[in-house]
Nanobody, 117 residues
Framework: QVQLVESGGGLVQPGGSLRLSCRAS????????MSWFRQAPGKQRELVAS???????NLADSVKGRFTISRDNAKNTVYLQMNSLKPEDTAVYYC???????????WGQGTQVTVSS
């Protein structure tokens, strides 16, 4: 079955950096568009960044210039490099996979990112 496992979250000071990873198993990873979402307490889940199966990327306006999404198909892994972190980036970050033809969707369990001094 499909499994997405996020890692790399933690506590970081404002202005710091983290790199999140999401490793997929049970799927033909190269056929999937991958995305990172986040959900802060009391708020709706929001799209942060996405990368198509062909490598095209899109970033939310709130993270442009600070975050980068990339993928390594050989490692079945998608990354979210987060720089210049702000307290408002604090949230649980989730990885999502969507098949480019069937639109079958899977979610990871999430990883907590806390930005605080």
């Amino acid at each position: 079955q499909v499994q997405l496992v996020e890692s790399g979250g933690g506590l970081v000071q404002p202005g710091g950096s983290l790199r999140l990873s999401c490793r997929a198993s049970g799927i033909n990873f190269s056929f999937y568009a991958m995305s990172w979402f986040r959900q802060a307490p009391g708020k709706q889940r929001e799209l942060v960044a996405s990368i198509t199966s062909y490598g095209s990327t899109n970033l939310a306006d709130s993270v442009k210039g600070r975050f980068t999404i990339s993928r390594d198909n050989a490692k079945n892994t998608v990354y979210l490099q987060m720089n210049s972190l702000k307290p408002e980036d604090t949230a649980v970050y989730y990885c999502r996979a969507v098949h480019r033809q069937t639109l079958g969707t899977s979610w990871g369990q999430g990883t907590q990112v806390t930005v605080s001094s």
